[in-house]
């Protein structure tokens, strides 16, 4: 049975926290979601720092490391592009490896603005290789059993959409100043960071935005030079953002995020109520669902559910162990990326099940236009 | 010792839901709230229907009722005029109480838009009695405790407020038009009912509001009527409403409050984070407030605390039960009332603790203009 | 209609906490619980201390006090003989009160030990006035809720009771030593006082129990004097048990109390598991109970449900509040006590609802067999 | 750096759900927690059927298999040999490996019952290798970091323990009869499978038991055979038992499972009370630890803390990823392994962090003692 099993060659760009996920995941899958339909093998890791990216390559047993990623994308024998760098890095090779006729996979957001991301999606749909971007949160199996529901109208018509994205990770003043609190390099702040996860979610799980209002604001507006802590540099992108969605099917809400409030170590939250039902979900619980349905309870016996969403049933889950046994967010890049090769060597669209370019293009759009609305004080209407 | 405590003769406008609310209130404080600086005296209860006014004068024990408010607030023996009517019998009553020189309480919202209101706050500086508006969710002995922990800084300089006023209760489309979906009884939807309060607590907990984005909604457009449900009226007031609020000091967050979530009984949660911790409420569970303390807590043991509000030393409290014995919703009508009582009996100001006609006013502006916002898709800056 | 509503003369004896709450219970009753069978005129209050039970009087309404329980159970006025006195004074005014015909409503535990409350539960049967045991916990909604539950079949047959009522009040040493921590006057300690609440729970919701295993113990053996905190005397009732119980239709589980257990202010606890599905519940959060039933859901989508038992539909609700505004602990007792007037009136059984002397008597029985158990380390089979 | 790093040769017996679990947790562990004392090397994987031990080698990438335990323990080029199989084959495999002078990992329960476990024990100390029991939930972080506050005195001296494993897994009848429910290859039912997990929990958290009570029952008599379903058999072990347990340093506390728990799908739930402070845990949010510390907290602000225990200074966390990115039940293998593979390279004591065989033989003696109790009715001291 086994004999069969194809490989494909992964080129991975950065081999920071995220390559380190994207890693994990491809070793994961190979023998946890048995058999695969493809085993990925790890070609060639690429960064810029020879000392360490030579390290990360015997850590996770890549073949052979690179400092160009030119070189990465120009390889005949790599057949997965991974990119897993830094924002202002997505687009340039993101492009050659399309045109190079790579599937690629590129981390979110797809670009730093949405005119760049536009380019991108273009390219990507004329491109040999499938593409995908790594919204990962869309490979949660409760996130998916949320999908299901709405899809089968357990909630009925949806009037509303809550999602926040919080975390306390900026709330020091002495935190430095890093790559992702840089325009230059991170195209927006917690806006494109935070927000595009819960704004590819509002989407995935709603539908389309059409309308936004919000207001993007910065409150600590100098740091601490990540390479020399005793000058201060100026944070030129949003630390906390707050908006107003409306949605193609009438559903209203709200999507904020903020890396300054304390306690909220990874708090993505969102509430979804319909006419028939209400959903909630919070990152940091990420194996429960809590559901209600209002057509489920005799003699008002209702109320919201907790669900485990660990059984075999569950998306994903039974690959992994008994129920109650919860997996972890480590856990998910083995989904995504099952879902990435199972799309190439089946020749499968990736979405809506994964992001493709269009819905990286459409996320970025749309943390343009809360910007746009911040400036002008209006309400934005969408266009694509 | 108690011989000396004297009486206030009361004169009720409203018998409802909210009428038994505030002659509970009444009743339990003369003997909870032990000894009170008066003991309310139910005098004159009033309302149209003389067989359901009869009633409830029998049932609350009242001395007598009339049919005619004009009655009441023009009784010399009446001290204080207590308006449980709906919304748009706020004005004239409550005026001609005040200028007949009662103390005046009167529910929320204060008027059906924040121009009435206006007029309300303006006669009431001049007047003679004291008044206070029934924003009774200032009484929560959690809330009140979260205000304490806000002004002595335990939570720094505040980032965010987060508030949401979430109910099921119009989520059935053929719940009948009550005067509460209608702009004629009503002035305001979900915005006046429950925004209202929300904002209110915004205002008590974090400070002005100085600026509002917002769309209010009305989904459900039609629904039967109460005296003929047979036949089908129009919902002239929002159902539904999202709005961005930005504060005098810098905070930015979300107001928000909607009666079609299913699951949500009488969900009003907020969440504020500052620069050294944060706060959540929920309503729902009012006898708790979580907190977290960014220097409390040695080796990372951190996190959300979960405090039972019940501690004698707790705002309120003593006059209950020993810690851990929850308090429930009708209680918090004998804080409210005893606080009333206690600023005319020993003449203090009702606020900061309660609201004044002032805050009435600014909270109704508020709502004015989140709707203002909603129809000119523009950021509303607040002139009070 | 109020007209022919009658009266009850009511005799309390005692007026600290749990006089307290009898007295706001019976003013309740008689207008949040319309129309009553009969309103509770609060005639005659007793204590030995005549300025303590004087002011009590005044406070509560009481139309007179005594400082001799026996002018009380005499008085042919007094048609309720409320016994809320300390455990050993709980036989003589009962056994009295009984004698001369009154209704008796006695406070928990019935008796100090079961022998005593075994010769009430005789007396109590031949004597003319209805009896109850004060257990107020058979009267939260949710409990009935979950009695109603297991009586219709949803949690089909039960396999496991877990009963814990856990609190902190004796975790301080120097907490001074009370009469509830001596034997002279409490019988039992931490068994009596809150094993007999949980224990009476058992029986209310499972059935008999037939055996126990149990351990108690006392960890702080002395404690300063009340009235000279300078000097120590030792505490000879337990201060926690622990114990296994097996009941008479098979099911087995645990009971356990302690007061020695930080953060616990008043958790009562029990979870039980049935072949159909279970229950949770916490005395904390009294409004909510958690229902798991195994035939409701489709596609696995199941969980415990966190059901607010706050609709009008649930046990003594519609006499409150709309659903979501959440009832306290103090309301429990005009539950309580207008099932007592109710069953005095139109002349019911208290039993199931309410708790029969027989049932205090055999919860006095179930600690005496625990605190055998504990001193033959054996288990002992319960003959009642 | 990496040059350097040794390599152990792997020899697994089984390849179930357990083996699943150890082979990914050697392969996580070699890139994970990085750099590692050790690479584990798959070397060879034994199980009796061919077709299923030769896909398992090549799923999770064995050099090879054999069909016989005998040539794995006898094979030269093993260093770990690491015993996943049924309970009843736990004594003669393990036995053979340490006498061949193996490293020694064997799943718990140690032995079928408390005798054989001894005789295990006796030979482990003599033993050339390491030898360690799977008790896997000594490596939760937060089950860690609890022991770490009671070992620093947070909590003070401790009164309670306690403890309950609750699971639904056998509440259908038609479940059929697996090894598990067998007595000839599980010893014991519940008892050994789930209660051996939270006594080992007691043990590493409290301290030693010296008594039990305890009763044991079979609430599910038979059921249909495994491999023909038409038929049923026996079920000759328990199904749920309950507990009391008394400590050396005082504590006393229950301790019970059930598999017959609807809505509890992996429950393992702890609470520790002690004189300063409390700890609870639930296995089903594994990454928090709830904690009450009695000294942290002004003016009464005082309340269970939901600690997330995913800080990078938080045990086995900086291995994995940010805070508030939770680890899952899979993780916790790495963590196990890891240990073990450190101390053989390392030469230290597996005891306290892992459980040794002194401490598999003591947590099966007081299976073994529970068993008694509920046989004899009597309280059992434990001699070790």
Redesign the interface.
Known sequence: ??EKIPTLNIGMLGYG?IG??H??GY??LS??M??PPAIPYLYLICGRNEKAVS?AA????FKGYRLDWKEVVSDKRIDIFDNCAPNHLHFEPTVEALKNGKNVICEKPLAVNGELAYEMYKISKDAKGKSMVAFNYRFIPAVI?AKQ?IDEGRIGRI??F?G?Y??E?M?DPNRPLTWRLRKEFAGKGVLGDLGSHIIDLARYLVGEIVAV???T?T?IKERPLSDNTSQKGTVDVDD?F???V?FEN?A???V?A?K????????MYFEI??????IRFN??????L?????N??T??????????V??S??PFIKY????????????LFAHELYHFVDCIINDKDVAPQGASFEDGYKAAKICDSIEESSLT???VELKY
Request: charged fraction near 25%.
């Open positions: 049975m086994t926290f380190k996920a890693a994990n070793k994961q023998y946890m048995w058999p390290e015997k850590r996770y047993g059993l529901l009037y509303h809550r926040r919080l975390q990770g709330v209002s919000g207001i604001h409150f906390a707050e908006s107003i409306e009438g209203i809400g709200t904020e903020s300054l409030c304390h306690g909220r170590k990874n708090y109520n319909g006419s028939k039902g209400s990152l940091e619980r990420l194996d429960e809590e559901v209600y349905f209002a489920e309870g003699n008002k016996i209702m109320g919201f559910k907790d669900v485990m660990t059984e049933s569950d992994w162990w008994p129920h109650g046994h919860i997996i972890g967010w480590g856990n004080g209006k309400r």
